[in-house]
């Protein structure tokens, strides 16, 4: 069984600076992947990042970039220059099983200050 | 990817009453997935849906208060059953695509329910 845990409930930054959300989890699969999924206000679910867990390579994605320590089961979520629009609940998820269903941590809510 | 449209995006609903959310999506997929999201919280799994069988639920959730159709590759429903102020949630369908390396899987923009 997977388990995410997000231990922010809640984070701000100010606009530029940068910010990292933090999810550990837990997997019973030998190879898997690892997602950030960002939720607006208007609710839709956007995938940001994901996270080969067998690359040791850390994922980026222009000023999304993740730090995966697989040993630790951490892959926090880092973004740079902040905007506006990255204000969001953030998800973090890993499938497992055959049917690839995502578990979800409990999602940490960002605000970004003008 | 795949693009994924909801019907209803919300609803006001009566106690006791019955609600189908229908979910399209524009190619063919093998796996589909319900969830809830009741307010503040996270994502909860419901059921996976594939073509051509039964759904399969997750604990805590039963075919006779969420039954699932799912008639062909690009459609499924859920049914809220017997509505309480309790179901009140946003219920979400996603699919799992395969590329060559990896799945992903993409959200519907969500169905808002209210029990009154």
């Known amino acids: 069984a997977q388990t995410v845990t997000q231990s922010q409930p809640e984070m701000s930054v100010q606009e530029a600076e940068t910010v990292t959300l933090s999810c550990t989890y837990d997997?019973?699969?030998?190879?898997?992947?690892l997602f950030w999924y960002k939720q607006p206000p208007s609710r839709q679910m956007i995938l940001v990042i994901r996270q080969e867990a067998y690359k040791q390579q850390n994922a980026t994605e222009n000023r999304f970039s993740v730090n995966f320590q697989k040993a630790a089961k951490s892959f926090s979520l880092k973004i740079s220059d902040s905007q506006l629009g990255d204000a969001a609940m953030y998800f973090c998820?890993?499938?497992?099983?055959?049917?690839?269903?995502?578990?979800f941590g409990k999602g940490t809510l960002l605000t970004v200050n003008p | 990817s795949a693009v994924i449209s909801q019907k209803p995006s919300r609803d006001i609903c009566q106690r006791g009453t019955s609600l189908t959310i229908q979910c399209q999506v524009d190619s063919q997929v093998t796996m589909m997935f319900w969830y809830r999201q009741q307010p503040g919280q996270s994502l909860t799994l419901i059921a996976t849906?594939?073509?051509?069988?039964?759904?399969?639920?997750e604990s805590g959730f039963v075919i006779d208060k969420f039954p699932i159709s799912r008639p062909n590759l690009t459609f499924s429903t859920l049914t809220v059953s017997n509505m309480s102020p309790e179901d009140s949630s946003i219920y979400l369908c996603?699919?799992?695509?395969?590329?060559?390396?990896?799945?992903?899987?993409?959200f519907g923009p969500g169905t808002r329910l209210t029990v009154l």
């Open positions: 849906a594939n073509q051509g069988s039964e759904a399969t639920y």
């Open positions: 997997t019973s699969e030998s190879d898997y992947y």
């Open positions: 998820a890993t499938p497992g099983g055959s049917n690839y269903k995502l578990t």
């Open positions: 996603s699919v799992d695509v395969v590329s060559s390396s990896y799945n992903e899987q993409f």
